[in-house]
């Protein structure tokens, strides 16, 4: 996995590790660039438990059993690199039911981080 996608995805567990077991990572080789959706199947999956990077097989799918109040069990999130913008990344985080959001970001000079892109924001619940 990317280092910046790692880095983002430990940001983002900070936030919610509270209400989920584990966040389950998928890499896309494909998107829709206009929307801000990975497509199609993904190429790497990973599960993260707050300690520990798990690569699992492709095949293997979020638990997206609900909680109360509409929360999965296990967090998802899906990332794409754009293959004409050089740095550009999609990011979904998905959190429950009716709760998540799709954005550009942008590998930071560094190569560890994410950044926020302006305008970025595609979607979100």
Partial sequence: ?????????????????????????????????????????????????????????ADVR????????????QAGMRFAFNPEEEGQVLVEFVTGVLSGSGAFMKVAGDGESLLNVPDGQKWGA
Avoid at 1 to 29: C, D, F, Q
Avoid at 62 to 73: L, N, Y
């Fill in 1 to 57: 996995m990317h280092p910046a996608v790692l880095t983002e995805l430990k940001k983002r567990w900070e936030k919610v590790k509270g209400n989920h077991e584990s966040v389950h990572i998928g890499e896309y080789p494909e998107a829709d660039w206009i929307s801000g959706r990975t497509t199609g199947d993904p190429s790497n999956c990973w599960v993260w438990d707050g300690n520990d990077l798990n690569e699992v097989g």
């Fill in 62 to 73: 979020q638990d997206r059993k609900a909680k109360a109040g509409g929360v999965f069990v």
